[in-house]
C-alpha cells in the first residue's frame, strides 16, 4: 500500500513533538467539545445552534486561512499571536512544532492558555445550561446569559 512512497521509510518524528500533538489535540478538543456545549445550551433550535457554531468554527479555521503566512514564517508576529489566542492555539501550535523549533515555555504557555480557556468556557456554559433548562421553552437572550453568568 505505501510503495508508492519511496522516501516515507525516512521520515523520523521526535516522540517529544508527538506528545505536543496529542495534548494539543486533547486540549483543543475539550475546548470546542465545552464550546459548543454552551453554543446548544444557549439555543433551542437546531437552526440556531448551527448560527452560533459558525460564529466558533470560522475563527477557528483562521490558521487554515493563514496557512501560507504561518507555515512561511513559523516565529512571526502573527503565528505568535495565533498560538495564544485560545480557540486558535491548538492549530497554530501544531503547525508551527511541524515547521520549526518552538520552545518549550511557549508551547506550554500555548497549552496552558487553551486549558485555561475550556475550564472558563465549561464554568460559563454549566451557568448557561442550567439557566436555560429553567427557562424552558424560551428564547434565551444575550441578557439572560449575562444574567446567569452573574448569578454564578
Given at each position: 500500500?505505501?510503495?508508492?512512497?519511496?522516501?516515507?521509510?525516512?521520515?523520523?518524528?521526535?516522540?517529544?513533538?508527538?506528545?505536543?500533538?496529542?495534548?494539543?489535540?486533547?486540549?483543543?478538543?475539550?475546548?470546542?467539545?465545552?464550546?459548543?456545549?454552551?453554543?446548544?445550551?444557549?439555543?433551542?433550535?437546531?437552526k440556531?445552534?448551527?448560527?452560533?457554531?459558525?460564529?466558533?468554527?470560522?475563527?477557528?479555521?483562521?490558521?487554515?486561512m493563514?496557512?501560507?503566512?504561518?507555515?512561511?514564517?513559523?516565529?512571526?508576529?502573527?503565528?505568535?499571536?495565533?498560538?495564544?489566542?485560545?480557540?486558535?492555539?491548538?492549530?497554530?501550535?501544531?503547525?508551527?512544532?511541524?515547521?520549526?523549533?518552538?520552545?518549550?515555555?511557549?508551547?506550554?504557555?500555548?497549552?496552558?492558555?487553551?486549558?485555561?480557556?475550556?475550564?472558563?468556557?465549561?464554568?460559563?456554559s454549566?451557568?448557561?445550561?442550567?439557566?436555560?433548562?429553567?427557562?424552558?421553552?424560551?428564547?434565551?437572550?444575550?441578557?439572560?446569559?449575562?444574567?446567569?453568568?452573574?448569578?454564578?
Open positions: 500500500m505505501l510503495e508508492g512512497f519511496p522516501r516515507l521509510s525516512r521520515l523520523s518524528i521526535d516522540p517529544s513533538m508527538l506528545v505536543w500533538l496529542v495534548l494539543f489535540f486533547l486540549a483543543g478538543y475539550f475546548l470546542f467539545a465545552v464550546v459548543m456545549a454552551a453554543a446548544g445550551a444557549m439555543t433551542t433550535s437546531l440556531e445552534g448551527q448560527q452560533i457554531s459558525l460564529l466558533v468554527t470560522l475563527p477557528a479555521m483562521a490558521p487554515l493563514f496557512f501560507q503566512l504561518v507555515a512561511g514564517n513559523p516565529d512571526g508576529v502573527l503565528a505568535r499571536v495565533l498560538s495564544f489566542v485560545p480557540i486558535t492555539a491548538p492549530m497554530t501550535m501544531t503547525l508551527r512544532l511541524g515547521a520549526t523549533d518552538v520552545a518549550m515555555a511557549e508551547a506550554a504557555v500555548s497549552l496552558l492558555v487553551t486549558v485555561l480557556s475550556g475550564l472558563v468556557m465549561l464554568w460559563g454549566a451557568r448557561v445550561f442550567r439557566s436555560g433548562l429553567l427557562m424552558y421553552g424560551q428564547k434565551m437572550t444575550l441578557s439572560n446569559i449575562l444574567a446567569a453568568l452573574r448569578e454564578a
